[in-house]
T-cell receptor, first 114, second 111 residues
Framework: DAGVIQSPRHEVTEMGQEVTLRCKPI?????LFWYRQTMMRGLELLIY????????DSGMPEDRFSAKMPNASFSTLKIQPSEPRDSAVYFC????????????FGNGTRLTVT | DAKTTQPNSMESNEEEPVHLPCNHS???????IHWYRQLPSQGPEYVIH???SNVNNRMASLAIAEDRKSSTLILHRATLRDAAVYYC????????????FGKGTSLLVTP
């Protein structure tokens, strides 16, 4: 079991550029979550999918953020255009269905927008 | 989802037991209680979960109040490697629910 795989681990980009973060959930997991973490705001839920369908995107900051899950083994979080305030660590997590199932987190992508 | 309340920080001496409290007074009857921890520069990792009964695993013990409105994560002998932020969350029995983390408790372990 390779765990949740996120790429890239680090991303440095200039303001205005498009950024795409990638996530491969654990095989067999049918729920996927994107979180953002900053010192000021802690760990914030951005969006989550169940069976590849977005369930709640109310945590997405604004229209510059979008997320897709084209199949059960891949998801992307896109920021276009990026701004310095988007600098944060972005985590992807997955789990199987059922309240007793734990969340498995990836190692995160540290995004720096200059 | 049910909101949880945890102290911002706690401190413990190495080799001593640590009791990390969590209040979840609005928990529903079918919500699970999950604990996670986040070591520096890493993603959160699962620690333990329970529903009604106390639970033990190799990492920790979970004590759940009889009315389920609070729980306590117990680290029996804190080590320096246990220094982390500990999160308590309630998870509904079915999938398709948001899993929101609060600020957690930052545990400092001193030699």
């Amino acid at each position: 079991d390779a765990g949740v795989i996120q790429s890239p681990r680090h991303e440095v980009t200039e303001m205005g550029q498009e950024v795409t973060l990638r996530c491969k959930p654990i095989s067999g997991h049918n729920s996927l979550f994107w979180y953002r973490q900053t010192m000021m705001r802690g760990l914030e839920l951005l969006i989550y999918f169940n069976n590849n369908v977005p369930i709640d995107d109310s945590g997405m900051p604004e229209d510059r953020f979008s997320a897709k899950m084209p199949n059960a083994s891949f998801s992307t979080l896109k920021i276009q255009p990026s701004e310095p305030r988007d600098s944060a660590v972005y985590f992807c997590a997955s789990r199987t269905s059922g309240g007793s199932s734990p969340l498995h987190f990836g190692n995160g992508t540290r995004l720096t927008v200059t | 989802d049910a909101k949880t309340t945890q102290p911002n920080s706690m401190e413990s001496n190495e080799e001593e037991p640590v009791h990390l409290p969590c209040n979840h007074s609005t928990i529903s009857g079918t919500d699970y209680i999950h604990w996670y921890r986040q070591l520096p520069s890493q993603g959160p990792e699962y620690v333990i979960h329970g529903l009604t009964s106390n639970v033990n695993n190799r990492m920790a013990s979970l004590a759940i109040a009889e009315d389920r409105k609070s729980s306590t994560l117990i680290l029996h002998r804190a080590t320096l490697r246990d220094a982390a932020v500990y999160y308590c969350i309630n998870t509904p029995p079915n999938s398709g629910y948001a899993l929101n983390f609060g600020k957690g408790t930052s545990l400092l372990v001193t030699p």
